[in-house]
């Protein structure tokens, strides 16, 4: 089955499996990809679409049925609630040019377990990763400065952080409920830890906070069990 738009063409090439090409249009695509959304299993390949640098605002919102999907090259922006709500996504790659995940961008991907955020990001919206409750690990690139509040609030699984960049604010709750995290590894310094940041990290066992600390918010690191001891720098006012 094929479909073609005055632009683009999406071909169905299985019961649950949708390649897309040809010219991107915003407005021609959320038309096109609003076709999908009762598709069971989704599988979905926009490699071939051309000229394509940004998934629209809640583009994919509530595909409940949205299992895989491929990512073209030319992608820089992942807009707010663009994954919204896809419980049954499994499976995404972020390509290298993307510099920007939106708000709320990947909030309740449920199933999604690992997801490799490319060096180019400086940006994650609030409630980025919201309840990806699945995700195990997750490295953050260096041109990320702002971790912004609930990026990863309830990733139950989330069990190790990596934060390649100097860091000038981790914002309130940014991973609250994290509960099986056990160790946070900051490669450059962070400067400010706002309230709750780290509330009911229930498995927290090793922080490496280093000189350049300056303020640590309210209840910041309460019900951290495993947390047994907690040096803090000489920075911290």
Known sequence: LKVLYEAATMEQKFDNVIN????????????MVKLLKNTKNLVLDLSNITGMTKIPDEAFSNYYE??????????????????????????LNIPENVSV??????????????????????????????????????????????????????????????????????????FRDCENLKTVKFNGYVKNIDGYAFFNCKALKSINLKEGLEKIGDRAFVNCKEL????????VK
């Not at 955020?117 to 994650?124: C, G």
């Not at 990026?151 to 981790?170: D, M």
């Open 20 to 31: 897309v090409s040809g010219n991107y249009n915003e407005v021609t695509f959320k038309d």
């Open 66 to 91: 949205l299992k895989k999907v491929v990512l073209p090259t030319s992608l820089e922006n992942i807009s707010k609630k663009a994954f919204w709500g896809c419980e049954k996504l499994e499976s």
């Open 101 to 174: 995940i939106g708000p709320s961008a990947f909030w309740s991907a449920s199933k999604l377990e690992s997801i490799i955020i490319p060096e180019n990001v400086s940006v994650i919206g609030p409630y980025g990763f919201s309840g990806a409750s699945k995700l195990e690990s997750i490295i953050i690139p260096k041109n990320v400065s702002i971790i912004e509040e609930r990026t990863f609030y309830e990733c139950k699984n989330l069990a190790s952080v990596e934060i390649k960049g100097n860091i000038e604010i981790i914002k309130e709750s940014a």
């Open 228 to 235: 047994t001891s907690l040096k803090l720098p000489s920075t």
